[in-house]
């Protein structure tokens, strides 16, 4: 990319043209705000205190998960195939942005709405599903945190796949079904057998997401942790790499 400094004043300048743009499209729209609420009210239904112990907790994280897949991850896939198309980052890109600032500024509206629905999640939490507040909130913090730029990436580089913007339902639905299924949203790690929780520790939102259920719960071990935090770093230098070999930024000829 051609440069990897951020000015404040242009990156906010792309995010309030984006939020515009998505504000506009009304399908987006309703992926970003509505989706993950019937989401978490089906994940609510699903769940058992006899398997996932804390009913309301289990629900508050499987919850934060899919917020930040739905609004985050498959909002911008859609959001990056459909500027690349109109030939917005084209031109953005013939300005004074610079290509981090152009992607940045893309995924701002995104990152924005998701971090308020994560709290309104938590205080939906405390006051109807009587879940406690977070034990330790800072692995919950950094966990939510460094999702963001990850996801924003992982859509990058998932858009240079997705050829228009009704291909991108079926692009994302891998890391979707791998991320619900194996990173602990529905079902536990430690209820897998350890050969199979062993290798889905390693899947790219698993580290995040016992972060936030050790932020929650406080049931994780400091290497534990450790090794979240060195998986999600892991993920998010290749996902740059991705971005920096395979990022489109104009439509396929």
């Known amino acids: 990319m051609s440069t990897l400094t951020l000015n404040p004043g242009r990156l906010t300048a792309l995010g309030r043209s984006e939020l515009t743009l998505l504000v506009r499209n009304r399908a987006a729209l309703s992926v ?19 398997t996932v112990g804390s009913v309301a907790v289990a629900t508050l994280t ?20 459909a500027r690349r ?3 917005v980052l084209k ?22 709405i998701a971090l308020v629905q994560i709290g309104a999640l938590a205080l ?5 599903l009587d879940a406690p507040a977070p034990d330790n909130p800072l692995p919950l913090v950094a966990g939510v945190l460094a999702a963001l730029p990850l996801l924003a990436g992982m859509a990058a580089a998932t858009s240079a796949f997705t050829r228009n913007v009704e291909t ?13 299924l194996g990173s602990g949203l529905f079902v536990p790690l430690d209820s897998l057998p350890d050969a ?9 939102l698993s580290g995040v997401m016992t972060l936030v259920r050790a932020g929650w719960d406080g049931g994780a071990a400091d290497g534990e942790l450790l090794t979240a935090a060195a998986v999600t ?20 000829r």
Do not use: H, K
């Open 32 to 50: 970003a705000l509505l989706m993950p609420v019937m989401m978490v009210f089906v994940l609510r239904s699903t769940l058992s205190a006899d």
């Open 62 to 81: 499987g919850g934060i998960g899919m917020v930040l897949l739905l609004v985050v991850y498959m909002n911008l896939v859609s959001a990056y195939v």
């Open 85 to 87: 198309e109109e030939l």
């Open 91 to 112: 031109r953005l890109r013939t300005g004074e942005a610079g290509d981090l600032e152009i992607l940045a500024g893309t995924a701002l509206p995104a990152a924005v």
């Open 124 to 128: 939906a939490g405390a006051a109807v």
């Open 168 to 180: 991108a339902g079926i692009t994302t639905l891998p890391l979707f079904l791998l991320t619900a």
């Open 196 to 204: 199979m929780a062993s290798v889905c520790e390693l899947l790219p």
């Open 233 to 252: 770093v892991a993920w998010i230098m290749v996902t740059v790499f991705a971005v920096q070999r395979w990022f489109r930024w104009e439509p396929r």
